[in-house]
């Protein structure tokens, strides 16, 4: 991304930004609230456009418009509160919108079977303790669930996953799960944006972190350059 300017109005909400992330790399996105984090990634995911500003993937300027164009380029974002669909069982939800059809004569209908049977491959694959892939996703834990948008993004070939404060409101058994999941998505070489408050947490698994404040960078370090320490002193200054 380069140059990324937004504005809604009269309210700047990004200024100037240049952001820039690399195959299998796990970036921490850090900054208070209103820092301009979230409407970064919302750019990314196609929620908006920039107001200026140019987005390039390997090496070729792109255009995203809408959330398709973003899936369709790899970008897969795991937003807080999952995407998912309680009183739909985990195999729905993770080809929710993109379902496998097989033929049945002259008409096209939902090849449960299989969809159901790859379910459960992604499920072992991530270690989900989950018993079947017809189980309700309402019945699952935070953890679970994030799981779930997890195995989603995976299946269809992300290249860059972007997970949005994934470790609110979770348990401590839940947080471990993300961190294992980011450390699966490392090892298969798709990129990870990881938002988050607790620098701490995210610390061990991040390649770099990038800090905004006040719609701008003004910190973009590799974690070895820097220390939890650093980094929270950085925002109480900011």
Not at 1 to 9: L, N, P, R, T, Y
Not at 83 to 94: D, K, M, P, Y
């Amino acid at each position: 991304m380069e140059d990324i300017h937004k504005w809604f109005d009269r309210t700047y909400a990004l200024r100037g930004v240049n952001f820039e992330i690399y195959k299998g790399e796990v970036v921490g996105l850090i900054g208070s609230n209103g820092a301009g984090k979230s409407t970064l990634i919302k750019i990314l995911s196609g929620v908006f456009p920039p107001s200026k500003g140019r987005i390039f993937y390997h090496d070729e300027e792109i255009e995203i418009k809408t959330p398709k164009d973003a899936i369709d380029l790899g970008i897969e974002t795991v937003h807080q509160d999952y995407s998912l669909v309680g009183e739909r069982n985990v195999a729905q939800n993770i080809f929710l919108g993109r379902e496998l059809v097989r033929s049945a004569g002259f008409i096209k209908v939902l090849d449960t079977q299989k969809m159901e049977e790859v379910a459960s491959q992604k499920v072992r694959e991530l270690g989900l303790n989950i018993s079947s892939p017809t189980q309700e996703v309402r019945f699952l834990s935070g953890g679970e669930r994030q799981g779930i948008a997890i195995a989603r993004a995976m299946l269809f070939k992300a290249t860059l996953v972007i997970l949005d404060e994934p470790t609110t409101a979770l348990s401590v058994k839940g947080c471990r799960q993300v961190l294992d999941f980011i450390s699966q998505l490392k090892k298969n070489d798709i990129a990870c944006i990881f938002i988050d408050h607790n620098i701490g947490r995210i610390f061990p698994l991040a390649d770099r972190f990038v800090v905004m404040s006040h719609g701008q960078i003004i910190e973009n370090v590799l974690r070895e350059d820097t220390s939890v320490e650093e980094i929270e002193d950085l925002l109480v200054s900011c």
